[in-house]
């Protein structure tokens, strides 16, 4: 189904815009603020707290025009994987592809409470959650539908529909778009091919090297929590396994 924007502009909808600091982000931020008026944008960032690049939600705040709320989970990754392996040893304790509790419980669902309540605040009852994601990044993203009712979040007296306005864009569209924005993409994309968690269970062995290499005791503790669960972070191999002959890794801290 094809969204109509104008539409939904002229019905007085939110545009909820989830921004995670990445390129695509960016690139879909920047193209919303030409068709969506500015005070119908609400720009939202999932914080994952240390498991986060630092400076990122300092480079949100210098290429939007709009203020930043940012949201957290009152988890983070690691302690979602300690608590896993903590009640259930005997099942994997990272989340995976096909399982991105991570995903869920770390940006979606947070975002999503930030919707229900902002609307709830603002006696808002139309709303569009706008997200970054490209069918070129993975087959999964593929599959997504441009334009979706969230059906967790619409009821009786609120509609909110899932957006993702770039779905169908390339990798040379969204460095375009940036930069006929005027702007530079977050730093670490100066190597990295992809921006979120420092080290994504999905990370490419590219991004995986250089995040432990800015951030060697960020990758310490990842590997520290593979090491006491027995369990690796990527399906057959372990964090320390891709990065380990780049950085300097100790033994577990007590
Ligand atoms: S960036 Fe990767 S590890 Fe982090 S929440 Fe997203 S899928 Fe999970």
Redesign the pocket.
């Known amino acids: 189904m094809k969204p109509d924007i104008q539409q939904h502009v002229e019905d007085g909808a939110i545009f909820y815009v989830s921004h995670s600091g990445g390129k695509d982000s960016q690139a879909m931020y920047s193209m919303l603020i030409d068709i969506v008026p500015h005070d119908r944008i609400v720009v939202v960032h999932a914080d ?1 707290g240390e ?1 986060e690049w630092t400076g990122v939600q300092g480079h949100i705040k210098t290429t939007v025009s709009h203020d930043l709320n940012v949201v957290r989970a009152s988890k983070t ?1 690691l302690s979602m994987v300690e608590s896993r392996f903590a009640t259930r040893p005997e099942v994997p304790s990272w ?1 995976s592809a096909a399982h ?1 509790q ?2 869920s419980d ?2 979606r669902g947070p975002i999503e409470k930030f919707i229900r309540n902002d609307m709830k605040s603002k006696g808002a009852t139309l709303a569009v959650n706008c997200m970054g994601l490209r069918a070129e990044e993975s087959s999964s993203r593929a599959k997504k539908i441009k334009w979706a009712l969230n059906k967790t979040l619409s009821r009786a007296g609120r509609t909110v529909h899932n957006w993702l306005p770039i779905h169908d864009w390339s990798i040379d569209q969204v460095w375009s778009q940036i930069s006929k924005a005027g702007q530079e993409p977050f730093w670490a994309y100066k190597t990295n091919e992809r921006l ?2 420092v ?5 490419s062995d590219n991004d995986l090297i250089h995040g432990a290499k800015e951030n060697p005791e960020l990758a310490q503790k990842y590997i520290d929590l593979e090491r006491r669960t027995g369990y690796s972070m990527f399906h057959k191999r372990s964090l320390e396994s891709v990065v380990g002959k780049y950085i300097k890794i100790v033994a577990e801290a007590a």
């Open positions: 994952l498991v990754l989340p991105r991570c995903t770390l940006k979120s968690c080290f994504c269970i999905m990370g």
